[in-house]
């Protein structure tokens, strides 16, 4: 018997640990996975912010604006090569969402550029921010501060 309650309380353990380790968030028909950003060597003025957003539904959002605690800035920023040249510039005018479809911002393409940092962002770190949509509004999300160059969450690499 003590052994089916020990496999019990392991059971609800893992199930209630599960939603965490998903680290996602539901606004509406929007689905946010894993908000993540890279840790900063210390001083840095600027940090980059990465994450997955997935519309489920028949009309498209637009993603217009967020906070980050460790910031005084938010901005959406696409990086793009011309002639050679990389560039980066503000996303004018939101960055769209559509429907039935998903847009990743990563690393060497569209990100969230946070500016004016208050401290360094260190691997493990939990900082909390939001999202702001057209249509789903203000969304709460907790971003997770992965090593310093890597290219997804949860992998380290240079």
């Known amino acids: 018997m003590k052994l089916v309650t020990l496999f019990g309380a392991l059971?609800?353990?893992v199930s209630l640990a599960a939603p965490l380790a998903a680290h996602e968030y539901k606004a509406g028909t929007l689905v946010i996975h894993h908000p993540w950003a890279r840790a900063t060597p210390q001083g840095?003025?600027?940090?980059g912010?990465?994450?997955v957003i997935e519309n489920t539904g028949d009309q498209p959002d637009k993603l217009i604006g967020g906070s980050f605690a460790a910031s005084s800035g938010f901005a959406i920023h696409q990086m793009s090569m011309?002639?050679?040249?990389?560039s980066m510039a503000p996303v004018e005018g939101g960055l769209d969402i559509p429907a039935h479809g998903k847009v990743e911002l990563s690393p060497s393409?569209?990100?969230l550029m946070f500016t004016g940092l208050k401290q360094q962002l260190?691997?493990?770190d939990r900082i909390d921010g939001t999202l702001v949509f057209e249509k789903a509004g203000t969304v709460v999300v907790q971003y997770k501060v992965e090593a310093l160059?890597?290219?997804?969450?949860?992998?380290?690499g240079h």
């Open 11 to 13: 059971a609800l353990s």
């Open 149 to 156: 160059g890597a290219k997804e969450p949860g992998h380290e």
């Open 44 to 47: 840095a003025p600027v940090g």
């Open 82 to 86: 011309k002639d050679g040249v990389m």
């Open 122 to 124: 260190k691997k493990d």
């Open 49 to 51: 912010g990465y994450v």
């Open 109 to 111: 393409a569209i990100h």
